[in-house]
């Protein structure tokens, strides 16, 4: 049985990665851990590494076979302001996965505020009316008429963390009859 720490106590967060291995004999731990990246990030590489270091801090703890980050942010394009999402998964044996998600365009208003430093889990507070936005819909939620939820969104990335550390040998089911 192995045990996979996700650097996180975001519910979202948690939900998504508990979801995804529910039918596998894993157990899942959740811990605060820092990303070492902006509060804010703000392109794919920042993100990307948040991740990363959510997941190698999760490895520092005893007992962790495999550490999990999921970390949101924003990344710039020619066509504007995109939400962006990527994970990490990682081994004590030194073997990483990466994979990203969903993108969607922020609105113009939203994108400002960005600009001018507000982090977007504020702006969709205040948006939203809803103090618990961040563990519940998201921006995801709000930016797609609530078809798709923010643990939805990081569930898909965590299926493709997953497959591919199976594809490798790693995290294999167990199969009883």
Avoid at 67 to 93: D, H, I, K, M, P
Avoid at 143 to 165: D, Y
Wanted: aromatic share 6%.
């Amino acid at each position: 049985m192995w045990t996979i720490m996700i650097g996180s106590k975001n519910r979202a967060k948690v939900h998504a990665l508990q979801e995804v291995v529910i039918r596998d004999k894993i157990i899942v731990r959740s811990e605060a851990v820092p990303s070492d990246v902006a509060s804010q990030p703000f392109s794919d590489q920042e993100t990307i590494q948040g991740a990363i270091n959510r997941a190698n801090h999760c490895l520092s703890f005893d007992g962790v076979d495999y550490g999990v980050g999921l970390e949101g942010g924003v990344v710039r394009s020619e066509y504007g302001l995109f939400l962006c999402n990527w994970g990490a998964l990682v081994s004590q044996t030194g073997d990483q996965w990466v994979a990203g998600g969903a993108r969607v365009p922020l609105p113009q208003e939203v994108a400002h505020e960005l600009e001018g430093g507000k982090e977007l889990g504020d702006i969709m507070e205040s948006l939203t009316k809803n103090p618990d936005v961040r563990m519940t819909d998201g921006a995801i939620g709000y930016l797609t008429g609530g078809e798709i939820s923010r643990k939805a969104m990081f569930q898909h990335v965590v299926h493709l963390l997953i497959g591919q550390a199976r594809r490798d040998g790693h995290l294999l089911r167990t199969v009883t009859h």
